[in-house]
């Protein structure tokens, strides 16, 4: 009986911490990209409040864990930001507007110029989006960004330096939401 109870414990004990909650959502501790064999760890999720309200909840996958901004930056490999709306519902233009003020709060005056074009091309990629609506941004070198909503492939922008572009509105110097920042790097 001892052995039993040791083993239905110790079972118990390993799911827990091999998935995170965050506002009753189960957030997952890995993840691949369709058709894609590489495994993506969970580095950290949080919440993106605005104002009083809870948004979205904002998870960040890499293929090995990284505390610092920098570090994800430059980490090879395939990345995941994926946001799972918690707020009723969000019109395809504040979600661009929101895209807009991420890239102009963190990229200099050269880089938004740079990047005009992809930016533009992945706000057209988007839709109004209700509570339990999924986003992943999906990026896979030398293929570029996926956007993904509920499952569906939306379209990619391409290239390898739109994705850090896009990583900044997270874990830039301005970030939308600092205590997300922290959360996605795992601090919290």
Request: hydrophobic share 40%; aromatic share 10%; net charge negative.
């Amino acid at each position: 009986m001892k052995p039993l109870f040791l083993a239905l414990f110790c079972s118990i004990f390993s799911m827990s911490i091999q998935a995170k909650t965050v506002a009753d959502i189960e957030i997952v501790d890995t993840v691949s990209h369709s058709n894609q064999s590489t495994k993506l760890v969970l580095n950290g999720a949080g919440i993106r409040t605005k104002f009083i309200f809870d948004i979205y909840i904002g998870s960040l996958y890499l293929e090995k864990k990284q505390l610092q901004a920098k570090d994800v930056y430059n980490s090879p490999g395939e990345k995941r930001i994926s946001m799972h709306f918690l707020y009723d519902e969000i019109s395809k233009e504040k979600l661009v507007n929101g895209w807009n003020d991420g890239f102009e709060n963190n990229l200099s005056k050269n880089e938004l110029v740079k990047f005009k074009d992809q930016i533009n091309q992945f706000n057209n990629l988007f839709v109004a989006v209700k509570k339990g609506d999924v986003i992943n941004l999906n990026f896979i070198p030398t293929t570029g960004t996926r956007v993904v909503i509920n499952g569906k492939s939306n379209g990619i922008v391409e290239g390898d330096d739109f994705f850090i572009a896009l990583l900044k509105i997270w874990l830039g110097d301005e970030p939308a939401d600092s205590d997300l920042k922290e959360a996605m790097l795992g601090s919290e």
